[in-house]
């Protein structure tokens, strides 16, 4: 084995968590820092799909080795992460989404997905009964699915420590040290830590903590609304998007809807937002009741028990960044998931090993370097949900 790291982990969301149990079961010291609790932030406001469907031709590598990992992850976190390969249903409500399904559906088996073309709503209600005689058609993703947020993220922070990570809760990070180019550890609100290594996984935080290195992670941040019912008997198997991508939803393993809606942009900034500030009004509620209502008509009817909001680290080109950038020798980066992380977390986890640790890393990065922000001149990305 190669010699032990000292590596301090920021951000205690599945990227952190996934990448502190990958490098503590390698015996390296990891000390995770997060400033809240594990899954505060985007991995606890998150839908919970864990999809291959709908990925760009840079992540589906990255997903498919993901969707490995997660069938195996409750034995290998020894906790139930309510894991469920119901599949994904991607919806087409007018002549012309089906249209925009048959191409994604030719795209992505020629990339070699196995993703059905679904041609009628007979085709449609077989997989689903519950979605509405409305839909047309949809591509149907057997091998897709959706899991419990904040037990996977726990459960990966909990495998972590009883590996010897140390996991701190409601420390922030307030700086990273380097001497020359390269890191010698974190200014954190519980003073100094020495690193050879530094993971910024932080999220929507993440350009904030490496501006004063001198990099450039320009992120626009998205408010996503997300509605949570009641419980209903077992109603919905697969998690499903739209074909334009504007909402998306999914049936618990303990039986509540979750359902989401892209809202705009969060005028603040990344650290001045509240719950509050996040949480949906009365009628932004009923509006995404509707719009879910159109396919899955028993959201219309179903009582709603919690309704939040959640921001996205939206990248340029939506994709991340998975990256150890030359300028700074032992910076990690695994940031901008730009809405569909968290399926990648155990996958983004072993990257971010891999980079730390100089390994070659088990997957081609190249669309996923900080420097490819260099030449973009639009730097805006429309934000997609897909469940
Ligand atoms: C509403 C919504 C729906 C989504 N739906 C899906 C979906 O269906 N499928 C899918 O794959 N993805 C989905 N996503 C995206 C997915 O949830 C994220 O991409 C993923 O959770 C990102 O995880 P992360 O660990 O990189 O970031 P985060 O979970 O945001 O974690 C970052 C952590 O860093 C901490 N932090 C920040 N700054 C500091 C600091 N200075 N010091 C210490 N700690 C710090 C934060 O408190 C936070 O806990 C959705 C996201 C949202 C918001």
Not at 80 to 107: C, F, H, K, Q, S
Not at 115 to 121: H, V
Not at 139 to 152: E, K, M, Q, R, Y
Not at 279 to 307: F, N
Request: hydrophobic share 45%; aromatic share 4%; glycine share 10%.
């Amino acid at each position: 084995m190669s010699a032990s790291h000292r590596i301090v982990i920021i951000g205690g969301g599945i990227t952190g968590t996934a990448a502190a149990v990958a490098l503590a079961r390698d015996k390296h010291q990891v000390t995770l820092l997060e400033k809240q609790r594990i899954a505060a932030m985007a991995s606890g406001w998150t839908l919970g799909g864990v999809r291959q469907s709908g990925r760009h031709p840079a992540e589906l590598p990255l997903a498919r080795a993901a969707v490995a990992i997660w069938a195996g992850l409750d034995e290998m976190l020894g906790a139930d992460v309510e894991y469920r390969r119901g599949g994904n249903l991607r919806l087409a409500r007018t002549p012309a989404e089906v249209e925009i399904i048959r191409g994604i559906v030719a795209d992505q088996q020629a990339q070699g997905l196995d993703l059905q073309f679904l041609p009628d709503t007979g085709a449609v209600q077989r997989i689903a009964p519950a979605i509405s005689r409305n839909v047309l058609a949809a591509s149907f993703c057997p091998t897709d699915g959706h899991a419990n947020p904040v037990l996977a993220t726990q459960a990966f922070a909990n495998h972590a420590r009883r590996h010897g990570a140390d996991i701190r809760e409601g420390v922030a990070a307030l700086g990273i040290r380097t001497e020359g180019n390269r890191v010698t550890g974190v200014e954190s609100s519980d003073g100094f830590i020495a690193a050879d290594r530094v993971i910024v996984a932080a999220g929507i935080n993440t350009p904030a903590l490496l501006a004063p290195l001198g990099l450039d992670l320009p992120l626009s941040i998205k408010i996503v609304h997300v509605i949570q019912s009641e419980p209903l008997p077992p109603t919905l198997g697969p998690a499903f998007g739209v074909a334009n991508a504007n909402c998306a939803g999914r049936q618990e393993a303990g039986g509540r809807l979750r359902y989401t809606n892209a809202r705009g942009d969060w005028p603040g900034r990344a650290d001045a937002w509240t719950e509050a500030a996040l949480a949906p009004t009365t009628s932004e509620v009923r509006a995404v009741v509707e719009r879910v209502a159109e396919v899955l008509p028993i959201a219309g009817t179903t009582p709603i028990a919690r309704t939040w909001g959640g921001l996205i680290d939206l990248t340029p080109d939506a994709l991340p960044v998975i990256d150890a950038p030359d300028a700074i020798a032992g910076l990690v980066i695994a940031a901008g998931f730009s809405g569909h992380g968290f399926c990648l977390g155990p996958v983004s986890g072993l990257l971010c090993a891999d980079l730390a640790l100089g390994r070659a890393p088990r997957h081609d990065l190249a669309a996923f370097r900080l420097d490819r922000f260099a030449r973009f001149v639009d730097r805006h990305a429309e934000l997609t949900l897909h469940g």
